[in-house]
């Protein structure tokens, strides 16, 4: 069973813009929650990136991602995405998005590799 | 923010106890209640551990167990099985009425022998 589904891989140039998407899987819902996106660098360790609140669609945003990070949802869609702009070669990671009911990350999508190149 | 602090790497025998400790200021990980723990294996979807210091999820091992002193929290994992093999990171959440902030540990490679 899986219950938060990212959407594939992505390669993309310096100074470009990546969208990721995270869909709930039927039975589980993102109701209540906040989705907050976190980010695993080569070598690194995990970075928060920042949160949507999934109801009311607030973001808020760690303050080296501020003003090149934006976070949306479709309800209908059950989705969640975070598109990421002005690529630098140090965004390349895994990013993970995972489902906060409280103070914790409870359920996680199992990452999307954004690889970003020349 | 600077990351919290964890050992880089620990290793121990199975069946043996070990502690990750995770160390921060006072105005991070020692003005927050809320401090959890996260295991991440390759290729699978990070785990969470412990959550609000020292509660375990719905069906997480009694081997698990977390707690708290002044700018350090722990964790402890007993009786140790080849399976506990992997990253493990502490993470604190704070907030006040205008930004929030959640701050990772840098991570620490637990190698079971």
Redesign the interface.
Known sequence: QVDVVQSGAEVKKTGASVEVSCKASVGYIFTHNYIDWVRLAPGQGLEWVGRIDYNSGATNFAKNFQGRVAMTRDLSKSTVYMELGSLRFDDTAVYYCASRPHHYMYVWGQGTTVTVSS | QS?LTQPASLSASPGQSISISCTGASSDIGDSD?V?W?Q?HPG?????II??VNNR?LGMSDRFSGSMSANTASLTISGLQAEDEGDY?C?S?TSTTT?????????TKLTVL
């Open positions: 990351a809320y959890s996260y991440l699978k979807a990070p785990k969470l959550y609000d999820p990171y993470a959440y930004l929030e902030n959640v701050l990772f540990g840098g991570g």
